[in-house]
């Protein structure tokens, strides 16, 4: 048995203000921890990037308004998986309950679902096709709990993702 497989999780939590200009911190930190902390690939850490960016862009926009914060908590189980929970302040104009934005995920996951505006692909077209787990969780401050998770050795899914071209295994364009 690897030694590092007895470790405990290692969880690092970070609270940012609602500000966008703090993003390109998160997400250098997210593509270092990943790096450094874990097993999987360095096209895993930018997937992860990527995923931490949405998730993030999302609790800024729709679930917390201007100075307030959002908690974002890395879980890293040592060769087993990553978990990442993202946490808004419930304070955004945008109010939605978690089981409404599960179903509206569920939806726009669909194969063949038809898209009409250039966004809301975030959460169904890469939170969704990247992680293992997505869940959402209603807090008792009014907020939003979006929790991730990705087992090390998850294969990837076939990427035929409707209205995205796959050009190769780094990169996925939607159209």
């Known amino acids: 048995m690897d030694q590092q497989s007895n470790k405990e999780p290692v969880k690092i939590t970070i609270t940012l203000p609602t500000n ?26 930018y997937r992860f990037q990527s995923v931490v960016d949405e998730l993030c862009n999302n609790a800024i926009e729709h679930g917390s308004s201007p100075n307030h914060e959002i908690k974002v908590i890395f879980i890293n189980y040592p060769n087993e998986s990553i978990e990442i929970i993202v946490e808004d302040s419930g304070t955004g104009k945008n109010k939605i309950k978690a089981e409404n ?3 509206l995920v569920a ?11 250039i966004r809301g692909r ?11 787990e997505l869940k959402f969780v209603d807090l008792p401050t009014g907020g939003i709990q979006t929790r991730i998770k990705k087992s090390l050795n998850t294969p990837m899914p076939d990427m035929q993702v409707s209205g995205a ?7 996925l364009v939607l159209t």
């Open 20 to 45: 966008a200009y703090f993003m390109s911190g998160i997400r250098d930190f997210t593509l270092s921890m990943i790096r450094n902390m874990t097993k999987f690939s360095d096209q895993w850490a």
């Open 101 to 103: 934005l599960q179903k």
């Open 107 to 117: 939806e726009r996951s669909k194969p063949g679902y038809a898209f009409n505006e």
């Open 122 to 132: 975030g959460l169904a077209k890469i939170v969704s096709a990247w992680t293992d």
């Open 165 to 171: 071209v796959q050009q190769d295994p780094t990169h």
